[in-house]
């Protein structure tokens, strides 16, 4: 565009600070190194598109943050896990409902196919520490077959145990101190018991004297 053009088609505009009628062309009255700032009104769906989210956003933070009439997501991921560990204490209550050391020994542990799930758990986390043979070799956790049963042989110590990890006051295992983890925050009821049966079913003799 020719400057001087430019120049002369803004002289025909009003010179003011704002435009105060639709479709008015005003030009503000500063004026900086020749550059000049048109000041129209804005169209009507763009005011009520601004208002309207600065109100929105008046409402929604008094009701999210002041007074809070609106779920958080925080409270809703923590309501969440409420209700899961709701579930799994429920499972856990039903679970040992039924368990007993005899069960354990007489049901559980020779029942082929409950064995075989225990194993495949123990294969899966419990051999990194308890070494395939259950002697573990590396000494990340007590041998499960040395007839020692530190927090207690009967079979409902040992599901406690892997149920809730080592009791608070425990000092651990030497030399490290280091302690089992409760796998009942993985694990069901029922699959600690199938972990239990398969121990057992590695020590016959341990638990001989639960035998009907
Ligand atoms: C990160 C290593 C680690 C893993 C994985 C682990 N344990 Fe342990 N486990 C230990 C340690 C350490 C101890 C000794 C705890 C103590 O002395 O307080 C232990 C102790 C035990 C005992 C008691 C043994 C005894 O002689 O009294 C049993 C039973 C047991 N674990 C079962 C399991 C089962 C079943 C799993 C798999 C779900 C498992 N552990 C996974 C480290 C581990």
Known sequence: MNPE???EEHEEHRRADFASKKGEIVLRKHEYDGIQEYDQKLPNWW????????????????????AGLIETDQDAVTNAIAE???????????????LNDKVLVNEWATDGAIVAEGEKIYSQVCIGC???????????????VDHEWKYGDRPMEIFKLINEGSPAESKGMPPTG????????TYSGKQVAQ??????????????????
């Open 84 to 98: 899961i560990q709701k579930e799994k204490a429920e499972a856990l209550e039903k679970t040992l409902a039924n």
């Open 47 to 66: 005011l009520v598109t601004f208002f309207g989210a600065v109100i929105f956003y008046l409402i929604y933070w008094f009701a999210y943050y002041q």
């Open 130 to 144: 308890h070494g395939p043979e259950l002697d573990a070799p590396t000494k990340l956790g007590l041998s499960l």
């Open 195 to 212: 972990m239990v049966a398969f121990i057992i079913s590695k020590n016959p003799e341990d638990f001989a004297k639960f035998k009907d």
């Open 178 to 185: 280091a302690k089992m983890i409760p796998w009942g925050a």
């Open 5 to 7: 053009h430019g120049q």
